[in-house]
């Protein structure tokens, strides 16, 4: 209520990625390859543990475990309790990270992008490979026809009953089987989508594009209800909400608000 600072703490590196906060305990990942665990009352390091190169993605946490990619090409399952590894997944990418988007977990599955683009599901017990598109055995550079067919996603996960809703970089957003992986909806949009990652209210999905239009998904219909025009700069941040009303900015300086109430 009063804006005084309750601490803080100086961490070994950068950070570039955004905190998961509990009641029980903040974690965060660094640009040098650290994940702190941190008390929220006083910003004392509990334990930190080493990758082998940054952080960039929020974890994923189910109160006993947390999990996040890092850019050594490693998918990590750490103990909350004392920050050691349960599991550890090399995810077959040589473009630097196993998670370009925040991962997202939902009755015992992990989903994450990679930075080759593939969309990945993994047992969070085990870490083991449930399904991932397009399959490990297809090497693609980015012009290729399975790219251009898959519609690569670089954006966290929106759930809808049995199904994972992703953004793409293609201009899309793409929809899979969350048991299976088998693509069930593939929606063009104006422009593409990079960072700006969804949110959802209701049964629709709110995000921005690289030409500044933020989009309504339907994730019933599968269909764009609407695009409104924030001009024509790069919207890189994702959408902030209360429920009734939606708040985004653009890089050209403009922060729209939107209302939700129908």
Known sequence: STGEILWSTGLTGSVIA???VTREAIFVGTGD??????RPDSGNVVWKFR????????????????????WDGFF??????????????????????PATSNPQLVDGLLYFVSHDYRTHCLYAETGDVVWQFPGADVDYQWDSPIVKSCKPSYS???????????????????????QT??????????????????????????F?????????????????????????????????TDGESLAI?????????????T
Not at 51 to 70: E, L, R
Not at 190 to 204: E, I, L
Not at 216 to 230: C, G, M, P, R
Request: glycine fraction near 10%; proline fraction near 3%; charged fraction near 15%.
């Open 181 to 206: 992986g088998k693509q069930t909806a593939e929606i063009p949009l104006s422009g593409p989508v990079f960072d700006s990652f969804p949110v959802r209210v209701k049964n629709r999905m709110y």
């Open 208 to 240: 921005g594009t690289t030409r500044g239009a933020l989009c309504a998904v339907n994730l019933d219909s599968k269909q764009i209800e609407w695009e409104y025009s924030t001009g024509y700069e790069f919207i890189f941040s994702g959408a902030a």
């Open 76 to 97: 990590y399952c750490l103990r909350v309790k004392d920050g050691t590894v349960v599991w550890n997944k090399y995810i077959n990418t040589p473009h630097y990270s």
């Open 18 to 20: 955004t905190a998961k």
């Open 249 to 261: 900015g653009n890089l050209g300086g403009t922060l729209t608000t939107i209302s939700l109430k």
């Open 33 to 38: 390859g650290f994940m702190y665990k941190l």
């Open 156 to 178: 966290s996960a929106i759930f809808n009953g049995q199904e994972v809703f992703f953004c793409s970089l293609t201009g899309h957003v793409v929809a899979f089987d969350r």
């Open 51 to 70: 990758a082998g190169n940054m952080i960039k993605a929020t974890p994923a946490f189910d109160g006993v475990n947390i999990y996040f990619g890092a």
